[in-house]
């Protein structure tokens, strides 16, 4: 890592810091900036979380499973465990490794272009419906469902069961 992970106590903003705040959705950008200068390692009281806002320290973390463990999950809701069908996120080596092994074909340049046709037709469904509403919630209307719609295509769900998993 270039500069020491600590964490600092102050300012006081950064235990404060709502990255999902009406006040940054426009533009998180400058709390970013300010989060990397002044906190880089803050916690955030309101989340319970750690928020790790310079490159090199995600990557040392990401890299440092025994200390950062993944199985929890990597965001703010505890995952599944792999032993009750966890997903790859929520798992450390050696399991993490066996997993992603056993998926990796699934996931090389070539195949990932063949979705091209089927992203570009839920993205467009989307962009209609909000065209027609005259707004997008972008993260509603397209960044969840479309990838999450995608996986679930991927590993078979029944489209009857769709819906539940891309919640």
Known sequence: MGRAMTAISG?????????????????????????RDEAPCAHLDRYGVWLISRYDDVAAVLRDWETFSSATGAGLEPVATPEEGGVILSTDPPDHTRVRRAVARDFTPKAIGALEPRVRELVGRALEVALAEGQVDWIDQVAQPVPTTVMAELMGYPDRHRQEYCR
């Open 11 to 35: 300012p006081a903003a950064a235990s404060a810091f709502d990255p999902f705040g009406a006040e940054h959705r426009d533009d998180p950008y400058p709390a970013y900036a300010v989060l």
